[in-house]
């Protein structure tokens, strides 16, 4: 996993730059108190920047990037704690890319580019209780797809729904339209309230076989989803524990700021080694689906081990560091608290990606039992 | 997972594996900093230095002075892990510290004539830093090193010097100049362990093993060209040789290679219902977290030398890695005790102790780890003092 280059550094600094002068903590409140958290606003501007062009081929006037390009742009939008479909439509468009038929892409990826389209999914795994996933079953016009699956992204703003569903037994994935006859998208209510998630229901909708798309993909979106989730997380918990630096800094009493007690510099030492550890695993599953999204699913059950974790841990370590005044509805500590509790639990929680190393693990040993011992 | 290598570092990897299929000694590959028996000793260093020799240690040494020139410090890295993975042993001591200052403040001579016994482990190495008035604290240190017609007058105890029972040399610390500020008196010098005046005492740790000593020095007295760099100039050696122990910590004993072992047992053994141990969900979750620890460690440690090489390193860096990686030990090998159980407290003589009393070592050894090197709680300060800029 390469260190990032001055490339890198120059997206991550201009995105944040824009991200702090349109999303201060001010915009942020106002925004999540409000009915619609879409800032339109936002998304307009970012397209105008280039931003929605970020993944997209440069066949379709794109600049051609990887998931390491849109990870950084997520965990910036986590830093500024802005909920946004940004890095679901990158991420999505660069899976239609990879695995999409020309009919897919020639339909989608240029409305991506060009901002008009919002993008985002339902990978059908990770889930804690059972869950009925999508179904598709063969018809004369191609396929019907029905069911309903909770919890997409800013679903009742996106255009195309990127969706896992069952077909004969085995996982394909099949790109959906907003406008396509028997889908409906209702609105949910979480524990973020910043972000608006949505639940998509599909009634005999009518899906061309150029829509459907191999496991290999239905393996993608779920791993691209887990490692852009934890890329937000790791923006979110760094600007959580930087926050909470200042605060213990300036801080004062009996005499001293806390900051300068050594139980809270321990606490926020073990905040950083989370803060580190979240990034550098997460950096390693971005880097390891650039090079391929197929096979990285080490890698991305690693990172939502450790980011999923690290999240709700620096978040609750946050207020506990913030006192009284980090329990308060005003102030902004619980909006990135519940982002990050959402992000822990949805896409698969620590629990459920541990299991999956423990395969993984046990598969390589059976598979070659030299080398492995200490 | 990735660590990617490039063709070059594939290459060396297979080196590796070559080397130690046409060469793997008759010896045990011990936990953690654990020296080698003393009847041991002539194969261990034959087995170190055929690691010198073939290239495979030491390869970022200057190449006048048998490095290969290559520039890329994750050699390194790939070694410890290939060396851990066969179970062979790994080059001990303090050459490591010793070389790097050595390379930044050794003179010729002195490079002439101890860079080539490190490689041809001739010499083994400690590092005479604590005391026992100064373990944390180790700026103040009352060892003395006076200047008098010879060279250097040396009087003072040391503590916790691994392998000093092995070691032909030692990297001494002591104060040449009592009245500067704390950090500014202190010097660094070469000391020959079978000086008259030098008295080795073993201490013996909780797992049984003597590898920790005290080091009593009684007008030792030193010549003068056992002085590396100038006087005052050894706290700044001091801190530079501390932070690439730490960095080391984390390659001396891989914790992934310990998870693997415990996914091992867990495949081979039942619970008391007759279950698998792998098949059990609380099972498969504890170890898997346990390797995604793992992981984050080596990922972190990777970055460091990664960094180290752009010339991007970060004052905090090793102070991290060596928290991660002995706190991930710790829980790798409390939870390995829980789930091998009660088997896990034959003693390790015993023809029941599960892979021959491997884990209660490994579990009486783990708060060394925390100790050492600086304590983890040291560790917290620098990190959260140099992380985060928060005041002292």
Redesign the interface.
Known sequence: ???PTSDHTELRTATRDVLAHHCTPAQVRARAESDDTFDADLWKIGAELGWNALSIPEEFDGIGLSITEVSIVAEEFGRAAQASPLPTTLGAALILDVFGSGYLRQRWLPLVSEGTAVLTWATGRGAARPVPPLTLRESDSGYLLDGFTDWLPHGTSATGFLVVAVLDEREVAVQLAATDEGVEVLPMQSLDFGQQHGRLQCSGVVVPAEAVMGTDAADAIFDVAVTLQCAETVGLASAL?NAT?EY??SRVQFG??I??F?AL??K???M??QC??AR??TW?AA??LS?SLIGAS??V??AK??TGRAGSSVASEALQLHGGIGFTWEHNLHLSLRRAKVNELLLGA??W???????V??SR?AASPV???? | ????LTDELGEFQQAIRTHVAANRPDLP?LPGTRSPELNDLPAYREWCASLFSARLLGTDWPVEWGGSGSEDPLRDFVLDDEL????VPRAIGAWNLVSGALFTYGKDEQKRKYLPRIRSFEDIWCQLFSEPEAGSDLASLRATANRNDTGWLVNGQKVWTTHAHVADLGLLLARTDAGSAKHGGISAFVVDMNMPGVTVRPLRDITGASDFNEVFFDDVQLPVDALIGEPGQGWKIATEALARERSQSVRE??VV?????L??FA?QNMDSDGNAL?QR?D???????L???A??TD??G??GV??VA?G?ERT?DAP?VK??FSEANLDAVTFGEQLIGEPALYHEDDAHAPDEGYWQKAFLFARGYTISAGSN?I???L???R??????
């Open positions: 996993m390469p260190l524990l630096v213990t800094k001293r700021p900051g300068s050594q510099k321990h926020m030492s073990d950083l080694m580190e550890t550098a695993t390693e880097s390891a090079e080490e890698a059950s690693v081990s450790i620590p629990v990606h541990e299991e999956r190393l423990a395969s693990v046990r040993m080398n492995v011992g200490v | 997972m990735r660590l990617a590959r851990a993975a066969a179970r004993d891989p290679a310990k998870v693997n072992r996914v091992e495949i792998i969900h099972v498969r979750q504890q170890l898997g977290h390797y995604a620890r992981k984050a990922l972190l990777f970055e990664l960094r752009a991007s905090y991290l928290l991660m709680e560790m917290r300060n990190v959260a003092e992380g985060l800029g928060l005041p002292r």
